[in-house]
């Protein structure tokens, strides 16, 4: 069954260095999203990407934050300087899309997440 | 403000003791209501998603439901290997807004 990968597993960097998780969503998938979850809090939503731009990001995803598809298979997040409280799982997503009702394809598939720890 | 809400934070059965579990929701425009299972130190996995109030899905132990303001996951007879976090999320536009989850925790 195709599933969403993600690498690494876990990160650790100090702070203010920049950090690239990267994520292979599943290859017919169209919408790409971030989201984190530090630990033991909800997971919260970052930012999606869909057709090579962002169409939506939270108050989260501020300046230091930014996507890319470099190519057809990969989606990163760019942390540029990372501060203490980066530090959670970071989760990738993707999911099909089609119009009409009952949108059955909008169900999201999740990665494995990547544990980024900032020191 | 959209809001998802989720309880108990946390719940203890018996195995076989059969309960349910709540997911509130305030969202303007709801797409659709998804359940998802997460263990420890994993992402979330699909388990569930619900669009119209009334609708009802089933998967070996677990039933959901859906009404205009709220989401119920129903567990029948549950066994250890259910124990994880539940995460209901709800679909707005085109972002996902997660509640905080319910632990659960099957006892033998």
């Known amino acids: 069954e195709p599933e969403v990968t993600q690498t690494p597993s876990h990160q650790v960097t100090q702070m203010g260095q920049e950090v690239i998780l990267r994520c292979v969503p599943i290859?017919?998938?169209?919408?790409f999203y971030w989201y984190r979850q530090i630990l033991g809090q909800k997971v919260e939503f970052l930012v999606s990407?869909?057709?090579?731009?962002?169409?939506?990001k939270s108050e989260i995803f501020d300046d230091q934050f930014s996507v890319e598809r470099p190519d057809g298979s990969n989606f990163t997040l760019k942390i540029r300087s990372t501060k203490l409280e980066d530090s959670a799982m970071y989760f990738c997503?993707?999911?099909?899309?089609?119009?009409?009702?009952?949108?059955?394809?909008?169900?999201?598939?999740f990665g494995p997440g990547t544990r980024l720890t900032v020191l | 403000e959209d809001q998802v809400t989720q309880s108990p934070e946390a719940l203890r059965l018996q195995e076989g003791e059969s309960s349910s579990l709540n997911c509130s929701y305030t969202?303007?425009?709801?797409?659709?209501l998804f359940w998802y299972r997460q263990d420890p130190g994993k992402g979330p996995e699909f388990l569930f998603t619900?669009?119209?109030a009334g609708e009802e899905k089933e998967k070996e132990r677990l039933k959901a439901t859906l009404t205009k303001k709220e989401s119920f996951l129903h567990i029948t007879a549950p066994k250890p290997e259910d124990s994880a976090t539940y995460l209901c999320?709800?679909?707005?536009?085109?972002?996902?807004?997660f509640g905080t989850g319910t632990s659960l925790t099957v006892i033998p």
């Open positions: 997503a993707s999911r099909p899309w089609t119009s009409g009702f009952p949108f059955s394809t909008d169900t999201q598939y």
């Open positions: 290859s017919n998938h169209l919408y």
């Open positions: 990407f869909y057709n090579n731009e962002i169409s939506e």
């Open positions: 969202v303007s425009g709801l797409r659709g």
């Open positions: 619900l669009y119209s």
């Open positions: 999320a709800v679909m707005s536009g085109n972002q996902f807004y």
